[in-house]
């Protein structure tokens, strides 16, 4: 898998064959086929791999918070990390998905509905308790953090000046501001909620 990685994301799908993969790796025919049945069988298992993470990390964190803003935080959080953890897989990901057979693209989506529909259920439980804004539209507010993380991949740099967790504190400030309720915020409350206290609050 760390072989195809590499080299889709240098030549892309089309341009990587399976003897590539094995002269890379150093193994033979026989042993590809004995753990993937084709070459779109590896892809899916890339693209499956870092789905399957942030969505068990997702259902650990609903079964865990009550609250859905300690939900709606650890969610957030475990989502920006695999941008970190997996950055590999999701370049592979944004590159070569349209290449995935239907079988294959159905079970990445099935996947990927179900991690919306957590993102999804943690605000509307924020909405029916009063903690976050009655006027939310939950849909478009989903939407939004999906977006606003799934475009890391275009400019994350591990090296960057500021490391993952920095990245989440900032993302998960933005997003409490944009959905709690305004008396939440009141500054002797909002650090109290915070699973986290942010790096730019902390003295240095």
């Known amino acids: ?37 084709s070459k779109n069988e590896l892809l899916f298992v890339i693209h499956d ?7 068990d990390k997702a259902t650990d964190a609903n079964e865990k918070y009550d609250s859905p803003i300690k939900r709606l935080q650890a969610i957030v959080k475990d989502f920006v990390n695999v941008f970190d953890r997996y950055k590999p897989h999701l370049s592979v990901f944004y ?11 159905k079970l ?30 939950v849909e478009i507010t989903t939407m939004a ?19 993952i967790e920095e990245v989440g504190d900032v993302f998960i400030d ?3 501001h944009a959905v709690l309720q305004p008396e939440i915020i009141a ?3 909002y ?3 915070l699973l986290e206290k942010p790096f730019f609050s902390k003295e240095n």
Not at 5 to 32: A, P
Not at 119 to 127: P, V
């Open 145 to 163: 953090i999906l977006g606003m993380v799934n475009w890391m991949y275009k400019w994350y740099q591990a090296s960057g000046a500021n490391t």
């Open 191 to 193: 650090e109290e909620i």
């Open 95 to 105: 590159q070569e998905s349209i290449y995935l057979k239907p079988q294959y693209e």
């Open 1 to 37: 898998m760390q072989s195809s990685l590499l080299l889709f994301e240098k030549h892309g799908f089309h341009g990587v064959s399976v003897n590539q993969i094995i002269e890379d790796v150093g193994t033979s025919k026989g042993g590809f086929y004995h753990h993937f049945s």
């Open 108 to 137: 990445v989506k099935e996947k990927r509905h179900q991690f919306k529909q957590i993102i999804k259920q943690a605000i509307s439980d924020g909405k029916k308790c009063g903690e976050f804004r009655e006027d939310l539209q």
């Open 174 to 176: 933005l997003i409490l």
């Open 187 to 189: 500054i002797n409350n």
């Open 49 to 55: 791999t870092f789905i399957t993470y942030v969505l």
